[in-house]
């Protein structure tokens, strides 16, 4: 059974860190390339960043890069997302996405609020 388990989110003042982690069990992280989506209040749901099965990683929007890094560490079969320097505008819920046997699975989400 495919779950993928995401935490490490919350409130954090502007310019601060946070580091999500995405549990995946069911499957082997190293296999599938992962994403991290996050969905802001009205708004549509947006890909963050993806990294292959090679280990290749990708940050997609032009405002997070060289403040984010996604990361995969195969012995605990997690995905994370490093997210440095935060402003007000990353205020979201970031999800964990794999698509398994071309299934998509999500996880439930974790919730960052980045507030003074």
């Known amino acids: 059974q495919v779950q993928l388990v995401e935490s490490g989110g919350g409130k954090v003042q502007p310019g601060g860190s946070l580091r999500l982690s995405c549990a995946a069990s069911g499957f082997t992280v190293s296999t599938y390339a992962m994403r991290w989506y996050r969905q802001a209040p009205g708004k549509e749901r947006e890909l963050v960043a993806t990294?292959?099965?090679?280990?290749?990683?990708?940050i997609y929007v032009d405002s997070m890069k060289g403040r984010f890094t996604v990361s995969r560490d195969n012995a605990k079969n997690t995905v994370y997302l490093q997210m440095n320097s935060l402003k007000p505008e990353d205020t979201a819920v970031y999800y964990c996405n794999a698509r398994v046997f071309f299934h998509p699975y999500w996880g439930q989400g974790t919730q960052v609020t980045v507030s003074s």
């Open positions: 990294i292959t099965s090679a280990g290749d990683s990708t």
